[in-house]
């Protein structure tokens, strides 16, 4: 919101108030004229940002000025603020603090330089009567101590009656100027600092004014050269502005560790080449959302001291709580019990629409266990896989933690009864912003349901329809919860399409707008359909004009773009689409596939996204990954190594490849990004406070710049240059539940790919038919064709149901079940299978009314066969 008077005017009207330390024969203490600003949007003519508050109402800009609401009755000054994080200070510097203010009826203001964390030291005070008319007051003052991330608060608290107090043109001149910013990019060869693995794609980038080919070396980690090359010249890459080479060393396939390349007279950063790179990046990115868990306290027995913290957002004081939320005013005339579910990012919180992609992927990691062969049926991904408290319950500990945000979503469903029942709330979180560093536990502001939306609740509809064929085979009544909310939302949207959330809408917490809902309206019905089979949903999936356009974008997807989510689970869950409607289907995956692999070979850094500044955006670095995600689907469904190796080298540019040199996730690699914007992992600011676990992902270079932070360090940049590894960066460097969701899908896929090997060709053939059902059963037969040229002594052949079928007889084979997996193994005289020889066996089965389609995936000894 731009001011609607002159600045100069707003300065002529204000009474001048001179404080000690002011300079002689002036209004008020004027720096030196090329003293610089150290506060962002003192004018307020970009709107809030990045101010915040606590205790007072919202912050808005009228006629200029930041105004609010300062409830009476509050004991201390303190009890309520206005503040701006991140303003540095270095000692022994003058500076000179000014503000103009008003308050109706009239109060007392001190405005406070301060150390942003406990202890919280002040470093200079300004006290100040703020009346109905606007006055200036300034005082300059010597800094005492260093701080590049001090804070500063205007105190408001502390009167009897309620106020209305505006500040205007907030200034802080003084201290040095900052010093250009020139980030440390190491060594000149740019790998991937995990690693490689031995079958796959290995390749660097080399930033080098050299025009011809270049030698290069790979040497172990006793300096020893292993391979030698030249490299290839690529000119200058768009993205970053450099000019690179190339380097392909993939012929080399011997595992090691700390190994280097040489190239240029630079030595890279050191990695490894192993088939288990990825085993404990699948968990450490999956441990993220224990660590981002509200409502419960964090054991540090599960995942370190440093993270233990009591559940936030309880009722307990300070906190006003989670388990009775009111409607912002207007809203509604109800409270929700809206406990649990993640914290959503760097704040506390919570929102339908991101929390709906994030669940999505956890539980799609885990569906993938069911139809992709490198999957091992889930083994990697099971009960007592995690550090999660519910290991050991029989259930996959993958599907424990998606639980916990579902159990969030389903809360934030309008009761029955109510004015849009059955939709969903668009998000909760804080009245208004909160600082950096805050604890959840710490949290005093009051948290409000702002309105339902239709995104949000077609979100509700596709991840409840999602978690009922997932939890069916494990607790019958939550996937029956879940069964009936995903039909009540998807209904609920139908009467209400164009309930949008407000762009503005974005005091105390993200607005996450989205006027664009036809793609919810697709993924939701795709859901539903794979679920239940029912020919409604499946009318309207079709009619979608989705179903047949264009789903995958160059840039990727993400939570304002869900139609791929439906495209991809079409392709890989098993369902009763027509078969050469199921193959376009398919074939649409790897037609995108394939136009990611030809702009990965187009970039120097290999990276599947184009390389214009347009593509460099907030959380762009999770685009990348679902990209990567379109890439090991094609693989999935093809069996074609070219896509496997393509989502490798996507993950090389987040783990190190890229004009930074920088690992974008925490505890990963040589040199790794590790001061994420968050309030709870805020060491940066407050060294009592621990850094973002292992596996958090950094949203990346971000070339709009969206923070004051970055746009004063990184002005002009190159598109790959745009991120600062620095806490008060939230537009390139906050994390976020729907960035991590992507990190530990790709993670499980590479993890699940062992040493990246060739891809055997199946030497079976299996035949799946559902003979005939009846209300509550069915009854298939299945074959099984030895297509090789060896015989079969002993056969197991596994498949997975969709949803909650179960076998209950079965004649020619033993036939076992386990969750959703079904076991049959021959029997004494069936047990050889001769090259070109078939075996049969069949089985009945209960359904509880669901799709019951024939499955993607069979296996014959953990080798899975043609259908």
């Not at 300065?11 to 404080?19: I, K």
């Not at 004063?712 to 008060?728: E, R, T, W």
Request: with cysteine; net charge negative; aromatic share 8%.
């Amino acid at each position: 919101m731009t001011s609607s008077r002159p600045r100069l005017a707003a300065l002529a009207a204000a009474t001048a108030v001179a404080l000690t330390g002011a300079s002689a024969g002036t209004a008020y203490a004027e720096p030196p004229p090329d003293a610089p600003e150290q506060i962002d949007n003192g004018d307020f003519s970009a709107g809030v940002a990045p101010w915040f508050s606590y205790g007072t109402g919202p912050l808005a800009v009228t006629d200029g000025r930041l105004c609010t609401t300062v409830p009476g009755g509050l004991a201390n000054p303190w009890d309520a603020g206005i503040g701006q994080d991140g303003v540095p200070l270095v000692a022994g510097a003058e500076y000179t603090l000014g503000f103009d203010v008003s308050a109706t009826p009239g109060t007392a203001v001190k405005a406070v330089l301060q150390l942003g964390s406990a202890p919280y030291t002040t470093y200079a005070s300004v006290d100040a009567t703020a009346t109905g008319t606007a006055q200036r007051f300034a005082q300059t003052f010597t800094v005492p101590a260093d701080n590049p991330s001090a804070q500063l608060i205007f105190q408001v608290g502390g009167n009897a009656a309620e106020q209305t107090l505006c500040l205007d043109d907030v200034s802080l001149r003084g201290g040095d100027p900052p010093e250009p910013y020139v980030p440390d990019t190491g060594p000149r060869v740019r790998v991937n600092q995990v690693g490689y693995l031995p079958g796959g794609p290995k390749n660097a980038t080399v930033v080098t004014a050299a025009t011809e080919a270049l030698p290069w070396q790979l040497r172990s980690a006793s300096g020893d050269v292993v391979a030698s090359g030249t490299s290839t010249p690529r000119g200058e890459d768009e993205a970053s502005g450099q000019t690179v080479h190339t380097i392909d060393f993939s012929s080399y396939r011997t595992p090691g560790a700390g190994l280097t390349l040489v190239a240029d007279g630079e030595t890279s950063h050191p990695f490894d080449i192993s088939g288990t790179l990825y085993d404990q990046l699948r968990s450490d990115a999956l441990q993220f959302f224990y660590a981002q868990r509200s409502g419960i306290a964090i054991d540090g027995d599960l995942i370190g001291d440093e993270y233990a913290r009591p559940a936030g957002h309880l009722g307990v004081a300070p906190n006003q709580g989670d388990t009775s939320v009111p409607c912002q005013p207007g809203v509604c005339d109800y409270s929700l019990d809206v406990r649990g579910g993640w914290y959503d990012a760097g704040d506390h919180g919570k929102y339908v629409v991101n929390g709906g992609i994030a669940t999505y992927q956890l539980l799609n990691t885990f569906e993938r266990t069911r139809t992709a062969a490198t999957a091992g049926g889930g083994a990697a991904l099971g009960d007592s896989t995690l550090r999660v408290p519910e290991r050991g319950n029989g259930v996959p500990d993958i599907l424990d933690e998606a639980r916990w945000e579902l159990e969030f979503l389903l809360r934030m469903q309008v009761p029955a009864g109510k004015p849009l029942a059955g939709m969903a709330h668009h998000k909760i979180h804080d009245r208004q912003w909160t600082g950096l560093p805050l604890q959840p536990h710490d949290d005093p502001q009051p948290r409000e349901l702002h309105p339902p939306s239709t995104a949000a609740t077609l979100n509700l509809a596709a991840v409840a329809a999602q978690c009922a064929r997932l939890f069916a085979p494990y607790d019958a009544t939550f996937a029956g919860r879940c069964a009936t909310a995903a039909k009540t939302a998807y209904a609920a949207a139908k009467a209400h399409p164009q309930r949008y959330a407000s762009p503005t809408d974005s005091t105390g917490g993200g607005a996450y707008d989205d006027t664009f809902v036809t793609d919810e309206f697709y993924w939701a019905a795709v859901e539903l359909y794979l679920t239940t089979g029912s020919r409604a949903y499946l009318t309207d999936l079709s009619a979608s004009p989705h179903h047949t356009g264009d789903v995958f974008e160059p840039r990727g997807f993400g939570w304002q773009g869900v139609a791929a989510l439906g495209r991809l689970d079409l392709a890989t869950v098993p369902n009763g689409l027509p078969a050469a409607e199921l193959a376009r289907v398919r074939a649409s995956v790897t037609a995108a596939a394939d136009d990611h692999l030809a702009e990965l070979a187009r970039q120097a850094y290999g990276l599947p996204m184009p390389g214009d500044a347009a593509s460099y955006f907030w959380g762009g670095n999770s685009n990348v990954i679902n990209n990567a995600v379109v890439l090991a689907t094609a693989f999935d469904l093809t069996g074609d190594a070219k896509y496997r190796d393509g989502a490798v080298q996507a993950m090389d540019y987040i783990l190190g490849r890229n004009a930074l040199n920088i690992s974008y996730v925490t505890g990963w690699g040589e040199h790794a990004a590790e001061n994420q914007h968050s309030r709870i992992f805020a060491h940066q600011l407050d060294p009592a406070l621990p850094k973002p676990p292992a596996g958090s992902l950094a949203g990346g270079p971000n070339a709009a710049l969206q923070d004051p932070f970055a746009q004063q360090l990184l002005a002009g940049c190159a598109p790959m240059f745009c991120y600062v590894d620095d806490i008060n960066s939230y537009a390139t460097n906050e994390v976020a539940i729907n960035w991590n969701s992507a990190l530990a899908w790709i993670a499980s896929f590479l993890a699940d790919q062992g040493d990246s090997g060739a891809v055997p060709a199946p030497t079976c053939a299996v035949t799946y038919t559902n003979h005939g059902s009846w209300p509550g059963g069915f009854t298939t037969g299945v074959s099984v064709r030895n297509t090789g040229t060896a015989a079969v002594d002993g056969w197991t052949l596994r498949f997975a149901f969709t949803g909650d079928q179960k076998v209950t007889s079965s004649w020619s084979a033993a036939v076992t079940q386990s969750g959703a997996t079904v076991s049959a193994t021959n029997l004494s005289w069936n047990a050889k299978i001769a090259p070109g020889a078939t075996v049969t066996f069949g089985f009945n089965g209960t359904t509880g009314g669901g799709a019951n389609p024939v499955p993607n995936l069979v296996t014959l000894n953990g080798r899975a066969c043609t259908s």
